[in-house]
T-cell receptor
């Protein structure tokens, strides 16, 4: 069962544009949503995370928008840079899941200079 | 200095053999995890441990056995290896507070396993 879904599978934007990565989930008990990014041949690294108490989380050029009613969230990357080219994973966990993260399939983002 | 150490970095095994993947974390965390990443399933949760106790097991096969000899160690023993086990195995850790909430998870560099 795919509990966390991401779209698109791959995305290419020009340098300086805003990239929008989408994520949806099924389990209404999820209460923590981190986004990880992963560069080739490296391990995933936490980029930004949100809890449902707020519908927006911002960190520099990266912003999460969260819609609890629709069970959707999105990651916006403004002023995209070539160094942002990576695979982005949306993940989710519940308070009772003992920290287990359930990951989406990932979105491969390419930034064209 | 690396905060999470995984050994070895690369591992080649023959079908039917047994291997142990090593993980040590020096972040002072009380929870540790194993995840697997392959072309078929990008990042898949396997196990979680808290205070050296198994909290969750999502692997269908008993061929995968976590082993925690110390608070900051969580090794993964894999027996009767199959080609389908070929993947990168990531160890991760986080801190659980007294309220039962888990902070962000940090991932180790991974062990890339190839089963021939």
């Amino acid at each position: 069962q795919q509990q966390v879904r991401q779209s698109p599978q791959s995305l290419t934007v020009w340098e300086g544009e805003t990239a929008i990565l989408n994520c949806s989930y099924e389990d209404s008990t999820f209460d923590y949503f981190p986004w990880y990014w992963q560069f080739p041949r490296e391990s995933p690294a936490l980029l930004i995370a949100i809890r449902p108490v707020s519908n927006k989380k911002e960190d520099g050029r990266f912003t999460i928008f969260f819609n609890k009613r629709e069970k959707k969230l999105s990651l916006h990357i403004t002023d995209s840079q070539p160094g942002d080219s990576a695979t982005y994973f949306c993940a989710a966990s519940s308070w009772y899941n003992q920290g287990k993260l359930i990951f989406g399939q990932g979105t491969k983002l390419s930034i064209k200079p | 200095d690396p905060k999470i150490i995984q050994k070895p970095k690369y591992l080649v095994a023959v079908t039917g053999s047994e291997k142990i993947l090593i993980c040590e974390q020096y972040l002072g965390h009380n929870a540790m995890y194993w995840y697997r990443q392959s072309a078929k399933k990008p990042l898949e949760f396997m196990f979680s441990y808290s205070y050296q106790k198994l909290m969750d097991n999502q692997t269908a096969s008993s061929r995968f056995q976590p082993q925690s000899s110390k608070k900051n160690h969580l090794d993964l023993q894999i027996t009767a290896l199959k080609p389908d086990d070929s993947a990168t195995y990531f160890c991760a850790s986080s801190q659980r507070d007294w309220g039962g909430n888990y902070a962000e998870q940090f991932f180790g560099p991974g062990t890339r396993l190839t089963v021939l």
